[in-house]
């Protein structure tokens, strides 16, 4: 292979990594309904793994090139005076891991789904919007500039709502589809207003220009509101949105209705880290504007906490995993904060691996028990289900952050930068290793509940069946993932370099060399962090093995169950105020009142003038005649009117005859 | 004042007493005789400033043909007095409002119009009955051929229209 | 001499009573003498303007009128006698049978 002349194959065609999948899916779409399921199967995984195949490929050609970042303008789309928006794609080392993520994780949730969905009616379908979700997603992360990048943004968020709401006959799924739909929507809003700045700002909408641009501006100072801060902080609104943050996170629980393959992929995988990735990739923005970073960090870390804490009392297996969801995507956003995103996206990374795995399992235990989702009805399926559940404690054990498992060093990379920070890092160190505690605690809470103590299940309803392989084995392929995926930095530890951070250094430009003396501070808050989960896991241990007692919910216990009431406090001063405005104002006042009235009153005054004018029509000869009499004044008037107009009007036009 | 105004002012009122006349009488056949009398004067009117021709015309074209077509219809219909029926209102209230304003914007034009125009003068050569044919069988010859046409097709339609019914 | 404007003045007059008659007689007949009115009232002023300006094309014309006048008659009084023989009454306001 020629050494600068390299094969540029995929790079040239880097379209065709989305557009494999929304092939897939069209064909599934519209013709799939007819098909047995083989056949859609077939389409919908050979779509996405070819074009997982495409990626690899991709991927190495970037690395032959000796990892120069790649950006092509495949056509232009939009064009209005100086604005251009084009159907650019890039690749640099920040797509790689996101597309590799992306692309790797949706084939392997693709081949669980065809075991999960077997009996599913709809299975067509499904595959369908899976590989439309596939297809918004990598424009998602290639995209090269921000508008391209907000196609794939709405296109996974109605996706999201397809799949949430596939039950559709069911109304519970189908309103956490609207749920999802619109409070993503409420994002998305302040997401374009920050679009719409960084246009004003910098006159385009490209990252290449964009970044360049402002790295040359000077930073905004703490406290102070500038054009970048302002920015930053409506980009990051829609990033809660679509990432489920404080105050925006009430989408993803409900979004539990939807089958688990797509609670694994989309709502923890893939969608609800495309908030971090938009704010990893306007790295620079952000660290123009260290107001909007400290936001972020808060809202962050704030969110990490609020999630776990409600997370500890849920009874739904895949509640507490949703909650899960939330409280780490909180770190990733800790990490952004401040100022890690390297860290920020290892977590990333790492997160897909561990929490796909966890869904894909509880997912597996769902199946096994024939549908059933609350844990109080379960217990001592750990000699039943084996496979399952080794892979759900490798998942529980890479999530709380035990070496070596994959989370030990992400979670370990955030805090550790969380307690440098300069902006109360100590703060957030300590609320983030507190989450730590509790996160370790539910997640070995759900471990013991579900495959612990004795069963709490009636044996003759409920047959316990090891799921098909098409589960099992992607289940395992993850597990090794959770295992493996964290050695990039361990080499860290002992000094050594981090390969992660390094691979990353070119997009966030920030490696630098440990000294020995943060590198001790490291070893010893790592330790902290896994004597943390450790007495997580004890505590679980003694509550919730062997014999368990489902107590009666009060006080606190109380208040953390009901999620601290907040759907109903949104209800009461958001949604209910709104619909009752649309319904009594914007229906019954606007839409009926006044459009239908104005348009009805058309045709009713219409009607009137016909009924008044009619009365000339009275058959009566004398009223004609007035009438004749009439149109003859009317035309004598014109003939005579030099002769009769007033004098004024003959002094006005210049006395004119 | 002289002669010819006292004149003017006699058959204007003759004429303007027929006519309201016309409009008072509820009896059709004093209104026809009325009209007679309207027509009369009017002819007197003509022989007042030179139009001999015309005048006779009128007497025996308008008052000896037209006004006796009018008796014999009368007649004919054994038209009694008139009904006291009101149903337009629109002409109880309009009618006489409007007729001022036509009568008077009328005027007003006559006399906003600066009435340079010379009094027509009774001299009988400009309007001989020789002046008139030359006119007539000259300059006006198609009129003149068409009004046969018309008067031609208003015989067809009087005999069409008086047909009994078979 | 009588000035022009006098005779104008009356034809307007008469003009003005022809429409009083042709709005408020409610005898066919009546009405159609209210017309006949009226034509000779613009007849007056047609003479009038023949003799002041000295040109007799006014005066041919008012021979016209009459004509026209002579036919109108025939036929509309043809038309009235068929009218009043189909509703047996010469009451204008009775012939309404085009009220919507």
């Not at chain 3, 709005?23 to 303007?49: C, D, G, P, S, Y």
């Not at chain 3, 008659?73 to 023989?85: D, E, P």
């Amino acid at each position: 292979m020629p050494t600068h002349e390299h094969l540029r194959l995929i790079l040239e065609y880097l379209w065709i990594i989305p557009l494999l999948p929304l092939l897939g899916s069209a064909v599934n779409g519209l013709l799939g309904a007819k098909w047995p399921n083989k056949f859609v199967t077939g389409v919908a995984l050979g779509s996405t793994g070819l074009s997982f195949a495409c990626a690899l490929e991709a991927v190495r050609e970037f690395f032959a090139d000796g990892q120069a970042s790649f950006r092509k303008e495949f056509f232009d789309w939009i064009i209005a005076g100086n604005f251009r928006a084009g159907f650019d794609l890039q690749l640099d080392q920040l797509t790689v891991v996101m597309v590799l993520v992306v692309t790797g994780v949706g084939f392997l949730i693709h081949i669980y789904a065809t075991g999960y969905m077997a009996h599913e009616g709809g299975y067509y379908r499904f595959f369908s919007y899976l590989n439309l979700f596939m297809f918004f997603m990598l424009i998602l992360v290639l995209a090269a500039n921000f508008v391209l990048l907000f196609v794939g943004w709405e296109g996974v968020g109605l996706c999201s709502y397809l799949l949430i709401g596939f039950y559709f006959l069911k109304k519970s799924a189908a309103d956490a589809g609207k749920k999802a739909f619109i409070v993503n929507r409420i994002g998305d809003f302040g997401f374009m207003l920050g679009m719409f700045l960084l246009f004003r700002a910098f006159g385009s909408l490209d990252f290449q220009t964009v970044f360049a641009k402002a790295a040359t501006w000077q930073p905004d100072a703490m406290g102070q509101f500038g054009t970048l801060t302002i920015a930053c902080l409506l980009l990051f609104m829609g990033a809660t949105g679509k990432s489920a943050q404080l105050p925006l996170y009430v989408w993803l629980p409900d979004a539990m209705e939807g089958p688990t393959p797509v609670s694994a992929l989309i709502h923890a995988a893939t969608m609800v880290t495309a908030g971090v990735y938009v704010v990893a990739r306007s790295h620079v923005l952000f660290t123009h504007a260290p107001t909007a970073m400290y936001v972020v960090a808060i809202v962050g870390c704030a969110t990490a906490i609020f999630a776990a804490t409600i997370g500890l009392v849920q009874p739904d297996i895949k509640k507490v995993l949703a909650y899960s969801t939330i409280s780490q995507l909180g770190y990733m956003f800790l990490a952004c904060g401040v100022g890690a995103f390297g860290a920020g996206i290892f977590h990333l990374m790492t997160h897909s691996f561990f929490k796909a795995l966890l869904f894909l399992s509880a997912g597996s235990v769902i199946h096994a028990m024939g549908g059933e989702q609350d844990m109080w009805h379960m217990g001592g399926l750990a000699s039943k289900i084996k496979v399952t559940f080794v892979c759900m404690f490798f998942g529980t054990i890479a999530i709380t952050g035990f070496a070596p498992f994959a989370g030990f060093f992400s979670k370990d990379a955030i805090l550790f930068a969380a307690y440098q920070s300069e902006n109360s890092g100590k703060t957030l160190y300590g609320i983030g290793l507190l989450a730590a505690i509790f996160t370790s605690f539910y997640m070995f809470r759900l471990v013991w509940l579900t495959f612990g103590g004795e069963k709490r299940y009636d044996e003759h309803h409920v047959h316990v069946h090891e799921s098909p392989g098409s589960m099992t084995v992607p289940l395992m392929i993850h597990a090794l993932l959770s295992l493996v995926g964290g050695w990039f930095a361990a080499p860290a530890l002992g000094n050594g370099p981090n390969y992660f951070a390094d691979f990353l250094a070119p997009v966030f430009g920030n490696a630098e060399a440990p000294s020995s003396q943060t590198h001790s501070l490291e070893l010893t808050l790592s330790i902290v962090a896994v004597l943390a989960a450790a007495l997580g896991l004890i505590v679980a241990w003694r509550m919730y093995s062997g014999k368990v007692v489902r107590g009666t919910s009060t006080g606190l216990h109380k208040i953390l169950y009901n999620k601290y009431y907040v759907d109903e406090l949104y209800q009461a001063t958001i949604v209910g105020p709104l619909v009752w405005l649309s319904r009594n104002i914007f229906w019954k006042v606007v839409d009926v009142g006044m459009i239908d009235g104005s348009v009805d009153g058309i045709a009713h005054g219409t009607e009137a003038v016909g009924d008044t004018v009619r009365h000339t029509q009275s058959g009566n000869v004398r009223s004609y005649a007035v009438w004749v009499i009439i149109g003859a004044i009317v035309i004598l008037a014109i003939i005579f009117w030099p002769l009769w107009r007033p004098a004024f009007f003959v002094a006005m036009s210049g006395g004119v005859r | 004042m002289t002669a010819p105004l006292v004149i003017f002012f006699v058959l204007a009122a003759l004429a303007v007493f027929g006519a309201v006349s016309l409009i008072l009488q509820r009896h059709p056949i004093h209104s026809a005789l009325s009209l007679i009398v309207v027509m009369v004067a009017l002819a007197g009117l003509y022989l007042l400033m030179g139009a001999e021709f015309v005048a006779a015309v009128q007497i025996i074209v308008y008052g000896g043909a037209i006004m006796v077509l009018f008796i014999f219809v009368i007649m004919l219909l054994n038209a009694g007095l008139e009904e006291r029926t009101n149903f337009s209102r629109l002409a109880t209230y309009a009618g006489i409002p409007l007729a001022l304003a036509v009568s008077g914007l009328i005027a007003a034009a006559i006399v906003r119009s600066g009435g340079h125009l010379p009094a027509p003068a009774p001299s009988g050569a400009l309007t001989s009955t020789k002046t008139l044919s030359m006119l007539l069988f000259t300059e006006f010859v198609y009129p003149f051929e068409l009004t046969s046409f018309l008067i031609l097709v208003a015989i067809l339609g009087a005999i069409v229209l008086a047909q009994r019914e078979n | 001499m009588v000035p022009t404007n006098y005779y104008l003045i009356l034809s307007a007059i008469l003009f003005g009573l022809g429409i009083v008659g042709f709005v408020f007689k409610r005898n066919i007949i009546t009405l159609f003498m209210a017309i006949e009115l009226m034509l000779n009232a613009v007849n007056l002023a047609f003479v009038a303007f023949s003799q002041s300006l000295g040109k007799p094309d006014g005066e041919v014309f008012v021979l016209f009128v009459i004509v026209v006048a002579a036919a109108e008659a025939a036929v509309g009084l043809g038309i009235i006698i068929l009218t009043a023989r189909n509703r047996h009454s010469l009451n204008v306001e009775r012939v309404d049978l085009l009220k919507l």
